[in-house]
Nanobody, 122 residues
Framework: QLVESGGGSVPAGGSLRLSCVAS????????MAWVRQAPGKEREGVAA???????TYADSVKGRFTIFREHGKNTLYLQMNSLKPEDSAMYFC??????????????????WGQGTQVTVSS
């Protein structure tokens, strides 16, 4: 089970930190990712972290977002800085990828959280 938290409403230029607690399975070394979806838009992979804590990011968030995790707490994070109105979306924690899929933010994932809403006002 994946449970996200930390969403909210902020003005443009603000910051938020999203959290995702993984329970019921060992996610410490699994490939995990953050994916977002805005109303009327396709789902977009935001960032991923692999078993060695190497990270990948969508071009739209590079330099502004950071994905990281606390292994002892089975918790995944997404630090979001310099937020823009176009970052507004429901953000989902997901992972690990389905069998055979590589570890990127655009992979197909076997488990998903319920999502947390991020709204950035201009």
């Amino acid at each position: 089970q994946l449970v996200e938290s930390g969403g909210g409403s902020v003005p443009a230029g603000g910051s938020l930190r999203l959290s995702c607690v993984a329970s019921g399975y060992t996610g410490n070394r699994a490939c995990m990712a953050w994916v977002r979806q805005a109303p009327g838009k396709e789902r977009e992979g935001v960032a991923a972290i692999d078993s060695e804590d190497s990270t990948t990011y969508a071009d739209s968030v590079k330099g502004r977002f950071t994905i990281f995790r606390e292994h002892g707490k089975n918790t995944l994070y997404l630090q979001m800085n310099s937020l823009k109105p176009e970052d507004s979306a429901m953000y989902f924690c997901a992972g690990p990828p389905v069998l055979g899929a590589g570890c990127t933010q655009d992979a197909d994932f076997s488990n998903w959280g319920q999502g947390t809403q991020v709204t950035v006002s201009s």
